[in-house]
């Protein structure tokens, strides 16, 4: 079966620091897409980066990047230049190609410090 | 662009009562429609899968007769709790998708049951 894994609950981080949020994976599946999800205190689920397994190039979204090592099963997000903005829950998602179900992890808070 | 609303934001119902929630994809035609309950400080909670024009696929443990979905054009789908109890007070979140494996998310709605 396939299962998320982020084994961070929770994380702070100075304002224009770096963070680095983890996630690991499992699946036997070669093709499959990851994604880094945030949810605000509004609660409102907004997509950070997408991760294509195919593709060796790391998924960069302007502060966001991510670190994605599929040998490993690995999908890590760096988050650069933190900003108090950023203080969310953030969760990590698995989809196998083709099924459009998503398989979340548990999440990780990240506090940002002024 | 990818845009999903959801209506109501927030709902109160007396026990006994069916409540209607609303998710519509609003400049994308979604092809399947998902919809989620998150409990308090918890991860996303798969409920139902659909698919327009077609019956919903219900994960196990969701009683489908009293979770009933509807996805009756590429725009739009409706989750109604029917007879609703107080244990069912939840955030509940709907995503969709369209061509591909992103899944964009409404902003959720709250339901109270008294």
């Known amino acids: 079966a396939q299962t998320v894994t982020q084994s961070q609950p929770e994380m702070s981080v100075q304002e224009a620091e770096t963070v680095t949020l983890s996630c690991t994976y499992d699946t036997s599946e070669s093709d499959y897409y990851l994604f880094w999800y945030k949810q605000p205190p509004s609660r409102q689920m907004i997509l950070v980066i997408r991760q294509e397994a195919y593709k060796q190039q790391n998924a960069t979204e302007n502060r966001f990047s991510v670190n994605f090592q599929k040998a490993a099963k690995s999908f890590s997000l760096k988050i650069s230049d933190s900003q108090l903005g950023d203080a969310a829950m953030y969760f990590c998602?698995?989809?196998?190609?083709?099924?459009?179900?998503?398989?979340f992890g548990t999440g990780t808070r990240l506090k940002v410090l002024a | 662009g990818a845009v999903v609303s959801q209506h109501p934001s927030w709902v109160i119902c007396k026990s006994g009562t069916s409540v209607k929630i609303e998710c519509r994809s609003l400049d994308f035609q979604a092809t399947t429609m998902f919809w989620y309950r998150q409990f308090p400080k918890q991860s996303l909670m798969l409920m139902a899968t659909?698919?327009?024009?077609?019956?919903?696929?219900?994960e196990q443990g969701v009683e489908k007769d009293k979770f009933l979905i509807n996805h009756a054009s590429l725009t739009l789908s409706t989750l109604t709790v029917t007879s609703a109890h107080p244990e069912d007070s939840s955030f509940y979140i709907c995503s969709a998708s369209g061509a591909g494996d992103t899944q964009y998310f409404g902003p959720g709605t709250r339901l109270t049951v008294l």
């Open positions: 659909s698919n327009e024009g077609s019956k919903a696929t219900y």
């Open positions: 998602a698995y989809t196998a190609s083709g099924t459009y179900k998503y398989i």
